[in-house]
């Protein structure tokens, strides 16, 4: 579908057709920016996940202002907006989704394994995304909430329905993408990245890391302060990739909520950061958003570790808390694609959940600090 903004100047409504992306829709921008002059108005966004920057922006002003009320049809995008403090209305008939999830515990059905693998092959067969290798409990349980959500009750339904409906495979596929992360996360492995690793690689001229998994990037804007901090981001690289497209352009806006700030703020604080975690943010009622010294060198794209191309000659590797919704033999199979990506004296960084012990990784890395499941790259 073409992207298109409708503007109906009797009822003061404007409707966003479409992905709103900042880079193809340049014009258009403009033209909407243009149009926010306006003094009362209704915005509905039909089918966008995720709106840039600057609109973000603009509608958290014309908020406070009271000049405007916003509408969006997509729930990924209605909880990006609330979370930052904006209020829009979710006008999606999804009936029975708030009355249903209070009542998860209760209407949670056991799903055959088996019936789920077979799903799970035909989703791959129609849509061509392979969950076949993740963690089957992991993914039992977000089909179930996904279910729920939809207000369907029988399996054999839900699996007709996410196989016929583009829509909702696309839903599910965000019920399975899990983005928890948080700025300086597990802060004694930032510490550790810091006071060991850093100092390592600065005796390079030229440094490449890949924050894999690396969802609406806080880790990466953790990353970048220390290497601030260091004294050596301008001269590194972030690749910061992910599944989910749309934790991607939020990490390219770099707009958070403040609701975690306390946290954020001592996590940097044990991660041993050296200045004031707010320094490096523009600080707004509703949201924090990182300064934009701090964005150069980083590189967000869309890219699955399932696919079998190599990035390389990466120096650090950091992809923590997405194995754990893999099985042991894909698990096995992203360790030896990091093998190939690192150069010969790199470093891997997992979650703190995870390791090399069950999936083969000792053919591939050695321990640097196994309790904060810090590897070195075997060398070859
Ligand atoms: C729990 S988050 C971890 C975020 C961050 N690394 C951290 O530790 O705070 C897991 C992320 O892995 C991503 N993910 C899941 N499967 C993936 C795949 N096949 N390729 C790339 N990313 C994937 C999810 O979309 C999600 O954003």
Known sequence: MNFRIIYNQTEDNIVVVGEFEEYKHEEQLMEFLNLLQKQNFYITFLEANIVPRNIVEKLF?????????????????????????????????????????????????????????????????????????????????????????????????????????????????LDFSINTTEFFRDPEVFALIKNKILPYLDSYNHIKIWCAGCSTGKEVYSLAIMLEEAGMLGKTQIYATDLNPYVIEEGKNGMYSTGTLDKDINNYRNAQGEKSFIQYFDITKGYIKVKSELMKNILFFHHSLLSNGTLNEFNLILCRNVFIYFNDGLQEKILRNFYNSLDNNGFLVLGKSEGIQRNNGEKYFCKYDEKLKVYTRIYS
């Open 61 to 173: 002003t014309l908020q406070e202002d009271g000049r405007c009320t916003i509408f969006v049809l997509e729930r990924y995008l209605y909880s990006y907006l609330q979370n930052l403090g904006i209020k829009c209305k979710y006008t999606e008939a999804h009936w029975c989704f708030n009355k249903l999830e209070n009542k998860l515990p209760n209407e949670k059905q056991t799903l055959n394994k088996e019936d789920v693998y077979i799903f799970l092959n035909e989703l791959n067969n129609v849509y061509g995304y392979d969950y076949t290798d993740y963690q089957i409990d992991s993914i039992s349980r977000r089909i179930n909430v996904a279910m729920i959500k939809e207000g369907i009750c029988d399996f054999a339904l839900f699996k007709h329905k996410v196989l016929n409906n583009q829509k909702l495979f696309h839903n599910l596929f």
